[in-house]
Every structure is written in structure tokens, then in C-alpha cells.
């Protein structure tokens, strides 16, 4: 892990999103998919604590080698402030940071699953299984047209994709979970990658353990420090043993979980839901099953 002082090269606007690129060569060359940055925000009361955002990119070689790419999905003010920031500023960025997503040795086809600014993540590690040989293949989803990233980036990335939008305004009219079984049997899924909503990923776990398929999913959880000291983004996860479960960091044990050990129903609560109701004829994981 690196602290540097980061200049960014460019900033552009995409849809609904800001993309950020910032020459940080230290944290580039070794940045894996699932990683994540956390960034200092300017002096101010609403900006005590840092900001964290996933790796979307890390170019190691040609011409924009030591780069690294960030989605900005400005929701407060934190967002907001780095959606603005100027070619040629400097940011204080840490990173990497966290665990990333492991590759699969074996299995070979994978089902990339990304909602909103959730497909960051996933085309980055998109490109590494591509390059190593997978077959990928993907859903992403949004609510709107605007919030669907990259869509000729999935393409290009992937074998076939399912792209939903809840209004309608880009490919199907519905949420992930809807076009999740059909893209899981017309892929031959083996292994499903995850990221979006805590609700959404509730849902896609409930059907990887109803088909068996092992998975692994980018949690965001609210998180202090990002480092593994203040403990405000633990997870509770099942113990391989079943002896109970352990309030993990999802700074530096995660952010990347197998959702089949993660307890849903203590970890989300009463967290409100962003589906209005669990897709027909599956159920909603409520309850760690033994
Ligand atoms: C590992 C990790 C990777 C992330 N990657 C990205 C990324 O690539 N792009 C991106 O735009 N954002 C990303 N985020 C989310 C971003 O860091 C937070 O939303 C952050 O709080 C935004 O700061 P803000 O000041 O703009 O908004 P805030 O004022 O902090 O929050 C805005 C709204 O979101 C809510 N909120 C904040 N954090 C969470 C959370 N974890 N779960 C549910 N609701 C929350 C707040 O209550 C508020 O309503 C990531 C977070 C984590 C932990």
C-alpha cells in the first residue's frame, strides 16, 4: 500500500458518471481487480473522513502506463467534489487497497454482474479474465439509460450481455435479476462475479446457492479508515468450521466476499431495499442456512 500524491490527467464526463485518471505508477503496477483507493477530501466539516473508490483501471505499460481510472458516481458531496476536480490538480490518494477477486484456475466461463457504477470493478477484472482465457460473459444494469456504464465497453469484453434498465431507456425494462437466469443458462456459467447494491447482491447470492454456483461479489460497505483501524465496515462472515461467524473488515478482508458465508440478514438489517420486490419464484436469502 502506497500513499502518493497523484496528478490527474483527465476527467470526463459519461452519462451519469465521472471518469478519473490519475497517474499513480506505485499503486498501478500493483493494482488488482477488487481493489480499491481512498482519497483525502478538501478541509471541511462534510469531508472529515476519506473517500474510497474502486480501481476501474491500472495501465502498467504503453502510453499511459502508471494511470489509474476511477468511476465517480457523485451521490454527496465527497462524490460531487471529485467529479470536479481539474486536469493537473493533485489528489492524496492511498491504495492499493483490500483483496481483490480471485481467478478462477478452472472454471472457465464467468458471469460478470454489475449494477450502476458496480460494473467499475467488473470490466476491470473483465480484462484479466479475458486475457487469461475465459469466456465472460455479462449483465449490466441501472435504473436509467444514463447510469448504464460503458455498454460497447461490455460488448467488447464479453461474449454476450443482458443490459436492463428499470425505466427501460437502454435494452430490457427490469433490474439484473431479472436477465440473471437466462444470461446464467446461455452462458454455461461456472463462476458469477458480482457488484451493485447490497439488496442486489442479496438476490444474486440467494440464486448461486439455489444453482450451485460458487461466486464472489465487491461489497460496499460504509467504511471510516479504509486500512483495518477504525472497524466501521465489518461484515459478519460465516466460519469455514460453521462454529459461527466473524465480524470481518471489509477494508482489508474484503471487499471482496464469497456470498455464500456472508450473513445477509444481520449484515443489511433493515437497510431499504432498492428492488420493490424479490424477482417471481425466488427466495430472498433471510437467514444463513447452517
Ligand atoms: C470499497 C468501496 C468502493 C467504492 N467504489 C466506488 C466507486 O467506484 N465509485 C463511486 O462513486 N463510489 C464508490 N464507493 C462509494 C463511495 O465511497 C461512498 O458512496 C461515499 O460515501 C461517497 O461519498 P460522498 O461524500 O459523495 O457521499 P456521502 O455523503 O458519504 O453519501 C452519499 C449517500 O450515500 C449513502 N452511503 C454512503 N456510503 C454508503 C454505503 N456504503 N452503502 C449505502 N449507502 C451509502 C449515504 O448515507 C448518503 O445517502 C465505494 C465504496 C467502497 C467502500
Given at each position: 500500500m502506497k500513499r502518493v500524491r497523484a496528478e490527474v490527467l483527465s476527467t470526463r464526463k459519461m452519462g451519469a458518471y465521472h471518469q478519473l485518471t490519475v497517474v499513480a505508477p506505485e499503486i498501478a503496477e500493483k493494482a488488482r481487480p477488487g481493489q480499491f483507493v481512498s482519497i483525502r477530501m478538501p478541509t471541511g466539516r462534510e469531508f472529515l473522513l476519506r473517500r474510497h473508490l474502486a480501481i476501474h483501471d491500472a495501465s502498467r505499460r504503453g502510453g499511459w502506463a502508471g494511470t489509474l481510472e476511477f468511476v465517480i458516481d457523485p451521490t454527496g458531496p465527497g462524490t460531487a467534489w471529485l467529479a470536479s476536480a481539474r486536469a493537473h490538480s493533485f489528489l492524496d490518494v492511498i491504495g492499493p487497497l483490500g483483496k481483490g477477486f480471485a481467478h478462477p484456475r478452472r472454471l472457465t466461463n464467468c458471469l460478470l454482474v454489475a449494477e450502476r457504477h458496480g460494473a467499475a470493478t467488473l470490466y476491470f477484472l473483465a480484462q484479466e479474465l479475458v486475457a487469461t482465457g475465459k469466456r465472460v460473459d455479462m449483465v449490466v444494469g441501472a435504473e436509467t439509460m444514463e447510469q448504464v456504464l460503458k455498454p460497447i465497453e461490455a460488448k467488447r469484453l464479453s461474449q454476450t450481455v443482458a443490459i436492463v434498465t428499470a425505466d427501460g431507456t437502454l435494452g430490457d425494462r427490469g433490474a439484473v435479476m431479472d436477465a440473471l437466469p437466462e444470461a446464467a443458462d446461455r452462458s454455461g456459467a461456472q463462476v458469477v462475479y458480482a457488484a451493485g447494491s447490497a439488496r442486489t447482491l442479496e438476490y444474486v447470492a440467494a440464486f448461486c446457492r439455489e444453482r450451485g454456483l460458487p461466486a464472489q461479489m465487491a461489497l460496499e460497505e460504509r467504511m471510516g479508515c479504509g486500512t483495518g483501524l477504525c472497524q466501521t465496515c465489518v461484515v459478519p462472515i460465516a466460519r469455514k468450521d460453521g462454529s459461527g461467524y466473524d465480524n470481518l473488515r471489509s477494508c482489508v478482508d474484503g471487499p471482496v466476499f464469497n456470498p455464500a458465508r456472508v450473513l445477509w440478514d444481520r449484515w443489511l438489517g433493515e437497510r431499504p431495499t432498492?428492488?420493490?420486490?424479490?424477482?417471481?419464484?425466488l427466495p430472498v436469502t433471510r437467514s444463513w442456512p447452517g
Amino acid at each position: 500500500m502506497k500513499r502518493v500524491r497523484a496528478e490527474v490527467l483527465s476527467t470526463r464526463k459519461m452519462g451519469a458518471y465521472h471518469q478519473l485518471t490519475v497517474v499513480a505508477p506505485e499503486i498501478a503496477e500493483k493494482a488488482r481487480p477488487g481493489q480499491f483507493v481512498s482519497i483525502r477530501m478538501p478541509t471541511g466539516r462534510e469531508f472529515l473522513l476519506r473517500r474510497h473508490l474502486a480501481i476501474h483501471d491500472a495501465s502498467r505499460r504503453g502510453g499511459w502506463a502508471g494511470t489509474l481510472e476511477f468511476v465517480i458516481d457523485p451521490t454527496g458531496p465527497g462524490t460531487a467534489w471529485l467529479a470536479s476536480a481539474r486536469a493537473h490538480s493533485f489528489l492524496d490518494v492511498i491504495g492499493p487497497l483490500g483483496k481483490g477477486f480471485a481467478h478462477p484456475r478452472r472454471l472457465t466461463n464467468c458471469l460478470l454482474v454489475a449494477e450502476r457504477h458496480g460494473a467499475a470493478t467488473l470490466y476491470f477484472l473483465a480484462q484479466e479474465l479475458v486475457a487469461t482465457g475465459k469466456r465472460v460473459d455479462m449483465v449490466v444494469g441501472a435504473e436509467t439509460m444514463e447510469q448504464v456504464l460503458k455498454p460497447i465497453e461490455a460488448k467488447r469484453l464479453s461474449q454476450t450481455v443482458a443490459i436492463v434498465t428499470a425505466d427501460g431507456t437502454l435494452g430490457d425494462r427490469g433490474a439484473v435479476m431479472d436477465a440473471l437466469p437466462e444470461a446464467a443458462d446461455r452462458s454455461g456459467a461456472q463462476v458469477v462475479y458480482a457488484a451493485g447494491s447490497a439488496r442486489t447482491l442479496e438476490y444474486v447470492a440467494a440464486f448461486c446457492r439455489e444453482r450451485g454456483l460458487p461466486a464472489q461479489m465487491a461489497l460496499e460497505e460504509r467504511m471510516g479508515c479504509g486500512t483495518g483501524l477504525c472497524q466501521t465496515c465489518v461484515v459478519p462472515i460465516a466460519r469455514k468450521d460453521g462454529s459461527g461467524y466473524d465480524n470481518l473488515r471489509s477494508c482489508v478482508d474484503g471487499p471482496v466476499f464469497n456470498p455464500a458465508r456472508v450473513l445477509w440478514d444481520r449484515w443489511l438489517g433493515e437497510r431499504p431495499t432498492m428492488l420493490p420486490t424479490p424477482p417471481e419464484g425466488l427466495p430472498v436469502t433471510r437467514s444463513w442456512p447452517g
